[in-house]
């Protein structure tokens, strides 16, 4: 059985850290550690952003370390169409960066409740858990006609994905609350942050932070994790379910749209180790003459730290502080879309009635 040992004894590390900067920031500075807050470059701040690269670096050397029993991973020439897809969400968050150097104001008016980018956020969520409904429809006719537990499997965790990307949309738009002009129930008015008919903002710190870190395992982790254990491991139906590269980099941005939570490790680390897995993938492919990889890959770290270091150190020209997350929620709608795109087109391919093995792959040499 494999065990990454290393990843996870740094992963142990960074929670007892964290811990500690609460308990730090609690006592000598009398703040609560997940409030949201402006970003500051004092001599703390600097220590506090050393020890996440310090810990980000550790925990992807480690994992590394621990996944090289199953070789060196081979990272395939990318299609035109996903060129074009990586490229465009890059193009997207340097015109994003820009218009906030140039104009404040609409920056955050695009920002707000009911503009475009909150409804296109919410129908690209939307579209990922048609996408995963499409797909356990599927293998529900797949299960029924002999394609084994496995696919009962499938079904249930496609179900399951679109089920929860349902309500995360729904969540987006406050369950379309001011489409049918919907008054907030009392009860939740005086919890709400926004005054809104959801529940997300009766705690906005603790419920962004599960968002994004769960947004960050599925679409940068994973994709990574799985590169390099695929030659070991066959998951059969399942592995339609491993998002891909393209999933990793095209989602990618969103590592860099942070201000009011970036003081937080977790955010910190999560904007380290996405430039970190960048590099790291981007290595591999300048290895196997991968250039125009190459190329996309080191970019697209490049700006990460281009544009998150703009909205740290620009941070008091943000008409609201937390308007840079707006914008990574959109990023993190369009890696779930295309997500849910992949699932369900793999899914699809497969023979109705095959019922593929899972377990571990036999490693030539």
């Not at 990922?128 to 797909?135: I, R």
């Amino acid at each position: 059985m494999f065990l990454p040992q290393r990843f996870l004894s740094i992963s142990l590390i960074s929670i007892v850290v964290m811990v500690c900067l609460v308990s730090i920031e609690r006592r000598l500075f009398g703040i609560s550690y997940f409030s949201e807050r402006m970003p500051e470059t004092e001599p703390y701040n600097l220590w506090h952003a050393w020890v996440a690269l310090s810990l980000s670096l550790a925990a992807i050397h480690g994992f590394t370390r621990d996944a090289s029993c199953f070789g060196v991973p081979v990272l395939r020439l990318a299609l035109r169409r996903e060129f074009g897809v990586c490229i465009g969400s890059l193009a997207l968050a340097v015109a994003v960066a820009v218009l906030f150097c140039l104009d404040a104001d609409t920056f955050s008016a695009l920002a707000r409740e009911d503009n475009v980018f909150e409804w296109l956020s919410a129908l690209l969520i939307f579209a990922a858990s048609a996408f995963f409904a499409a797909a356990a429809t599927g293998q529900l006719r797949a299960a029924r006609g002999g394609a084994g537990r496995v696919a009962w499997l499938a079904a249930g965790g496609a179900g399951g994905f679109g089920l929860v990307l349902f309500v995360v949309g729904m969540e987006e738009i406050s369950w379309m609350q001011r489409v049918f002009m919907i008054e907030t129930p009392g009860a939740l008015l005086a919890l709400n942050k926004q005054q809104e008919l959801n529940l997300h903002n009766i705690s906005t710190g603790l419920s962004e932070l599960i968002y994004y870190s769960g947004s960050f395992v599925l679409l940068t982790l994973a994709p990574f994790i799985w590169l390099y254990l695929r030659k070991g491991f066959s998951l059969g139906r399942l592995e339609a379910f491993a998002p891909s590269v393209l999933v990793l980099v095209a989602s990618a941005p969103m590592a860099a749209f942070n201000s009011d939570n970036w003081s937080m490790l977790p955010t910190q680390m999560m904007v380290m180790m996405t430039v970190i897995i960048l590099l790291v993938i981007a290595d591999l492919a300048l290895r196997s003459g991968l250039w125009r990889e190459f190329v996309v890959l080191t970019a697209t770290a490049i700006l990460i730290v281009a544009i998150q270091q703009l909205f740290v150190l620009q941070a008091h020209k943000l008409v609201r502080i937390w308007d840079p997350t707006e914008y990574k929620e959109l990023f993190i709608a369009f890696g779930l879309a295309i997500y849910g795109y992949q699932t369900w087109a793999r899914l699809r391919a497969l023979a109705p009635t095959a019922e593929l093995p899972i377990g571990r792959r036999a490693i030539a040499g």
